[in-house]
Every structure is written in C-alpha cells, then in structure tokens.
C-alpha cells in the first residue's frame, strides 16, 4: 500500500484503497484539489502529500478532507521494480548525486534542512521524469556544498565518464548551489572530450517544502541531458521566480548571485545556451556556438589545491603575499578593484612572488565586465609587477582554472600561457550589451 506512510495517513490510504503513483481528486473546506499522491517525509502521521498540476508539493491532513475520488492508478508496486530493473539496464541518462538541497529533507522537528534522501526517492517526487527518459541513478557522496573538495572533483569526473563510456546519452549531477559554480568550472576543466550533455543541478528549497525548486530543475535537466545538441558541462536552475522555464548555463561562466531565490543563478559576461519549458518539455537553443559532441569521453582530472583566491579591499596589506608564499602557495588569483587593481603598495610583493615562480593573475570584483590594467598607472605598474590580467573570467573559475593549470605545469611562462588560453570557453573575446542580465533577461523572455 504504502513504504512511507503511516498512521492515520496510511488508514485514510487503505479505507479508499489508494496508493502512492496515483492520480486523486480530493475536497478539503469546500476546495477541489487534484493530484498524485506523493511520498511523505513527514513526522506527522495524518499528513497526506499531493503533487498538484503546478509542479508544487503540499500537505494535507487526512482530517480535512472530506471527499476523495481515484482519477488514475499508478503503477503496481512488482511492475514498478520490474521496470527500475529493466531501466538500469538500458538506462538514457545517469543521475549522479552528491548531495546538496536537492536531495534533502526537512527535519520537521527542528526546521533544519539535512542531506538524507537518496537519488530514488528523488525520483519519487518526479514520476513524470520517467516519461521522459530511462534512468538510472548513483549515489557518490551524500555531502553539503561547502564541504566538496578538488578530491571529489576527480571523482565525479571519472564517474561521468563511465557513464557515458556506458551509453547514456547524457549524465546529470545533483549538487549542492552554494559551490555549483566551482564544481562545474572543475568538471569542464577535467572533462576534455564528450559524447553528451554534463547537467549540473541544484534547488535553492529542498524537495518536499511546497515551493521547492527541485522536482522542475531535475526534470528539465533529465530532459537537457538527454536531448540536447551540445556536449558540454552545464548548469541548468529556474530561469525566473515562477514554474516556467528553466536556463542552461555554461559551466564556466555561471554563478550563484543571489542567497534564496529559485533563479539565482545567471550566466555572468555571457548568455545561456538554451532555455528550456517545463510545461512543454521543450529545449530552446539560444546559441549556436556551444561545443558539440565528440566520438569518444575523454577525462583529464588533475588539480594542484595550493593556491589562494585574494580579495583586496583598501587597507589590506602586503605582507599577505609573504605569509602566502611562506605557506608554499604556488599560485594567487586576485580579486582586484574596478578594472583590476589593488593598491600600488602591493608592487614589490608582487613582483618578489612572481619573481619566486608563483602566478599571480588579476580579476575584478565588479564581475560583469573584462579586466583591463592598461587604463590606469597602477594597472601598468602591477603588470610590470608580474601580475596577469585575466580577461573576463570569474574569480571562482579562474582559481579551478589554475588548479588545474598548476596540476600539469610549473614553468612560470607556460602557465600564463595556459591561463590565457580559452579552452571551454572561460574567456570571450568580446562583450556585448546582451551579456549583462537586464538586457539578456528581457532578450530571453521576449522570445
């Protein structure tokens, strides 16, 4: 009858012979409210959870409701297993998790929100994902964002290349929002060659709150990875506050710009790769320039963590360099001022770190927009210093970049000559007004 109900919700299931998978219509205070009876991770025990048309969860106590009608019957439980079965065998796209809101729960004793669902019982908050592609699921580490670490970057990458080396068409990553953007600038690094999509996808709200973000953003993503035309690592969330699309951005050149909101994330000095409708399940390509698939995966997985991402604010000193070298940084990646600057009193810390061998490059605070040491006299001066405008990158990405860089290089020369080498396209050549979010988000929702 049911895994997860019990007490008076599982006596309200058994007296109208109802099940999870399967489509009501119920009347709660005169309301009439239809959906799929989902499973509950609820404490208390005359809870009833339903997905309504609208994507959202809600719960509702067996008490209130006065009259219940069956529209549809799900699946049997023996043909259910039957089918994961068979799924994994031939699965389309591989769902790899690592954890984050996506796959939390609440404790609703407490309020707090922990990492505690595995990968199928997300599906169970999104049967229709099934409908869409053929699924398999794996889960890899089961930890809070703040806690991933360059270690588990070469993991998830081996990972995603098994399972495209398998024949999945496309592989989504389940992950928490918070460092999304350095994961995804990691895997985009790492993962030269590709035969499909890589989808990176979190939720600002965990699956079973009412406005969770979750059960949409792991459908339209099962969606991308399967159907999209572009073989590269992604980052797919809620596209604007409401149910209606979400956007695909490239992995290294998104971030995370607002702490609560569905659509926090925006792609920064770039516009995404697709919008995709949720209600229609249909991926709209907004560029062509997205890099495509490749015969064979191929992954190159290697980082070097000794290095340190500096936020100069005015009165910070330069000793900082000194301590950073005294450490065995190798490596420095500078979050400068305006056009990429510090003050001029950093010039000989500068110029003794990259004198010892220790990269130092430059990127901006301002993040929209491209460093430019060229404008100002201590933008020349910290050049000369030995300092490396890095263009228009991310200071999240610039630091994955060096890792990575780091990992495989150490003469001086050749690592500047690898920052500055556009290889997944962290760098554009150009900026344009659409790159900037008010313009591509009236652009986006104009079309």
Request: charged letters at 25%; one cysteine or more; a neutral charge.
């Amino acid at each position: 009858m049911s895994e997860t109900y019990a007490g008076k919700a599982l006596d309200f299931l058994k007296k109208f012979n109802l099940q999870e998978g399967d489509t009501i219509e119920l009347t709660k205070n005169g309301v009439i409210l239809k959906g799929i009876i989902m499973p509950s991770y609820s404490s208390s025990d005359d809870i009833l959870v339903i997905k309504l048309d609208n994507g959202y969860n809600i719960g509702i106590s067996v008490d209130s409701i006065s009259e219940v009608k069956l529209i549809k019957r799900g699946e049997k439980r023996e043909e259910k297993r039957a089918e994961e079965k068979a799924v994994k065998d031939k699965s389309e796209v591989v769902i790899i998790s690592t954890g984050g809101t996506i796959v939390s729960k609440i404790e609703y004793d407490t309020g707090a929100v922990r990492p505690a669902l595995t990968t199928e019982e997300i599906l169970k908050f999104m049967p229709e994902i099934n409908e869409i592609a053929k699924i398999d699921a794996k889960v890899l580490f089961s930890i809070l964002s703040e806690n991933m670490k360059p270690e588990y970057w070469i993991k998830i990458a081996n990972e995603v290349k098994n399972a495209l080396d398998k024949g999945a068409k496309g592989v989504v990553v389940a992950h928490g929002t918070d460092t999304m953007a350095y994961t995804a600038s990691a895997l985009a690094f790492s993962l030269k060659s590709l035969t499909g999509p890589v989808v990176m996808v979190g939720s600002q709200r965990s699956s079973d709150r009412p406005s969770s973000d979750a059960p949409i953003n792991l459908l339209t993503s099962v969606l991308v990875a399967k159907d999209a035309p572009f073989a590269e690592v992604t980052v797919n969330m809620h596209g604007e506050s409401s149910d209606t699309y979400t956007l695909v951005h490239r992995g290294v050149k998104v971030r995370k710009m607002h702490t609560s909101r569905r659509d926090a994330f925006q792609s920064v000095n770039d516009i995404p790769l697709a919008k995709v409708y949720y209600r229609e399940r249909k991926i709209e390509i907004l560029r062509d320039d997205y890099i495509r698939k490749k015969d064979a995966n191929e992954v190159d997985a290697k980082f070097d963590p000794n290095v340190f991402l500096l936020k100069y604010y005015p009165g910070l000193l330069p000793d900082i360099i000194d301590y950073l070298m005294s450490k065995g940084v190798k490596g420095i990646i500078v979050e400068g001022t305006g056009l990429g600057h510090t003050s001029s009193e950093f010039y000989n810390a500068f110029k003794k770190a990259t004198k010892d061998g220790i990269f130092v490059g430059m990127t901006s605070q301002c993040l929209f927009g491209r460093v430019n040491m060229n404008v100002y006299t201590t933008g020349r001066l910290l050049q000369e210093a030995g300092v490396v405008p890095l263009e228009d990158m991310l200071p999240e990405t610039a630091l994955v970049k060096l890792m990575w860089v780091l990992a495989h290089e150490t003469d001086l020369d050749k690592v500047k000559e690898l920052m500055l080498t556009n290889f997944v396209g962290e760098i554009n050549p150009i900026h344009v007004p659409e790159m900037y979010p008010r313009w591509y988000h009236d652009r986006i929702r104009l079309q």
